[in-house]
């Protein structure tokens, strides 16, 4: 079984900054790619940065410029540090990862359980 565990969402005043981590677990034989989206009430789910192995990040246009993406290779981890955070950034912010495990023919797609992120005026 593959696990993502988020942690660091919370409450902060625009112009703040909060730092999400996510470490994914279990048996797995290859990471594609790791990331962030979020979905706020009454809206679809949107990327928000997404780095692939061994390639460069992307980001949403909404936050270029204030977030960044990294990965730590050998802890299995992505971590999103959000600055300049602002009202619109509230949302639930899910991990996802495209990755392949043991028993798996290709990679597939795995979520982690959302943390929420509130950005107060």
């Known amino acids: 079984q593959v696990q993502l565990v988020e942690s660091g969402g919370g409450f902060v005043q625009a112009g703040g900054s909060l730092r999400l981590s996510c470490a994914a677990s279990g048996s797995i034989f290859s990471i594609a790619s790791m990331g962030w989206y979020r979905q706020a009430p009454g809206k679809p789910r949107e990327l928000v940065a997404r780095?692939?192995?061994?390639?460069?990040?992307n980001y949403a246009d909404s936050v270029k410029g204030r977030f960044a993406i990294s990965r730590d290779y050998d802890k299995d981890t992505v971590y999103l540090q959000m600055n300049s955070l602002k009202p619109e950034d509230t949302a639930v912010y899910y991990c996802?990862?495209?990755?392949?495990?043991?028993?798996?023919?290709?990679?597939?797609?795995?979520w982690g359980q959302g943390t929420q992120v509130t950005v107060s005026s």
């Open positions: 780095m692939p192995t061994g390639g460069s990040a």
């Open positions: 996802n990862a495209q990755l392949q495990n043991w028993t798996a023919p290709r990679p597939y797609d795995y």
